[in-house]
Nanobody, 116 residues
Framework: QVQLVESGGGLAQPGGSLRVSCAAS????????MGWARQAPGKGLEWVSG????????YYADSVKGRFTISRDNATNTVYLQMDIVKPEDAAVYYC?????????WGQGTQVTVSS
C-alpha cells in the first residue's frame, strides 16, 4: 500500500532554516509528481509546493516563493522541502502528498514551529 512518512519538523527561529523530508513506499515513486501542503492552527489546508516526477519542474505558492525549495531523490524515494528565511506564519503541520488516479494520498504530517 501507499505510505508517506514525513520527518524533520521541529523548532526554527524567524529567519532560520529547516528541512522536512518525506519517505515514500508502495508505488513507483519515480513515475509520480509529489507535493507539500501545510495546515496552520485554525486554518485550512494550504498547498505549498510541487515537483514533477523527474524533478525538472517545480512549483511554489506565492507565500513561500523565493524562500522554500522542493527537491527529490528518486534513488531513495524521498522528497524534501528546504525552508529558508522562515517566518512565524510558516508554522504549521507539513504534509507530503501524491496524486493517484482515484485519490490523493497523504502522510501523517510533521510539525514545524517558528518562535524566538
Amino acid at each position: 500500500q501507499v505510505q508517506l512518512v514525513e520527518s524533520g519538523g521541529g523548532l526554527a527561529q524567524p529567519g532560520g532554516s529547516l528541512r522536512v523530508s518525506c519517505a515514500a513506499s508502495g508505488f513507483t515513486f519515480s513515475s509520480y509528481a509529489m507535493g507539500w501542503a501545510r495546515q496552520a492552527p485554525g486554518k485550512g489546508l494550504e498547498w505549498v509546493s510541487g515537483i514533477s516526477s523527474d524533478g525538472s519542474d517545480t512549483y511554489y505558492a506565492d507565500s513561500v516563493k523565493g524562500r522554500f525549495t522542493i527537491s527529490r531523490d528518486n534513488a531513495t524515494n524521498t522528497v524534501y522541502l528546504q525552508m529558508d528565511i522562515v517566518k512565524p506564519e510558516d508554522a504549521a503541520v507539513y504534509y507530503c502528498n501524491v496524486a493517484a488516479l482515484t485519490r490523493v494520498y497523504w502522510g501523517q504530517g510533521t510539525q514545524v514551529t517558528v518562535s524566538s
